[in-house]
């Protein structure tokens, strides 16, 4: 999936002095070339739901593709104290040789002052370059999680992929919480109507949440035309299957030299639990 991503990714320019249409023309073949390639590229995953109690702190996975100078982070885990540095560590050391950023999110949320804080870097990572968020199928993006997926330029989610919205809350001094619906709306208007978020559709899940967790899928998202995802990705994949005959050394050889990226390609993977 991310292969691709790149390769249609690579025919938008970064944000230039060229607006108006040219931007949007550009934008609508980046998001059809993605939509493309994508549709029976993706990896299934087990959507069973996680909550916050089970997922574990943030992991983040970086690989820079030095040739188009895309960065990809893969974001697996809570939003936690420390994170929204690390995301900026991750980003400065690239520097000049950075033109996009992809950020795949799969997390059942977290901190929301942390929250603000990761989302105050990436509106730092958008005054120099594109920021795309994606949300693959079977992966979860809860509380939190989704405005810092709001804050893409473009926003891709599967279908099949999971969200939970509910009241915000305030923790209290004997280690409780205490839901806030004014807190809720505070993060709604800052950070879902300043995206494009149907302020219909957020009345009427208000009611819906209090006290109460509602779960969301991608389709569902898309269908009640939210505004929350931008570009749905598809669902339907071709299916690995088992070779029927077995490889000599030989072809074996020739199998693995043909899967080795290009020398113009060079790859930096890191991954820090938080």
Known sequence: MRENLKSADRFIRPASACAGLCAFARL???????????????????????????????VLSLEFDQADGILEI????????GVADELRASVAKYGTALKRVVLF???????????????????EIKQGHRLA????????CASMCIPIFLQGDDRFAARASLWNFHEASQPLTNGEQRTDM????RLFRKY????????HWLK?????????????TGGDLIDAKTGIIMHALGDTVERATAPTTVE??????????AKEPPRSRSRKVRTRRL
């Open 182 to 185: 004014t807190e809720t709306w």
């Open 133 to 140: 968020t994606v949300v693959p199928h079977g992966k979860l």
């Open 192 to 199: 879902y109507g300043s995206t494009g978020v149907s302020t």
């Open 248 to 257: 000599t050394d030989q072809a074996s050889d020739r199998e693995s030299a």
């Open 105 to 123: 999110l799969d997390s059942a949320g977290g901190q929301v002052d942390e929250g603000d804080r990761v989302i105050a870097v990436l509106n």
């Open 28 to 58: 609508t073949f980046f998001a059809a070339a993605i939509l493309a390639t994508l549709a029976l590229t993706l990896p299934f995953a087990s959507a069973s739901p996680t909550s916050p109690e089970q997922q574990a702190p943030a």
């Open 74 to 81: 893969e974001w697996s885990g809570l939003i936690v104290a």
């Open 204 to 216: 009427s899940i208000a009611p819906l949440i209090k006290g109460a967790d509602l779960w969301q």
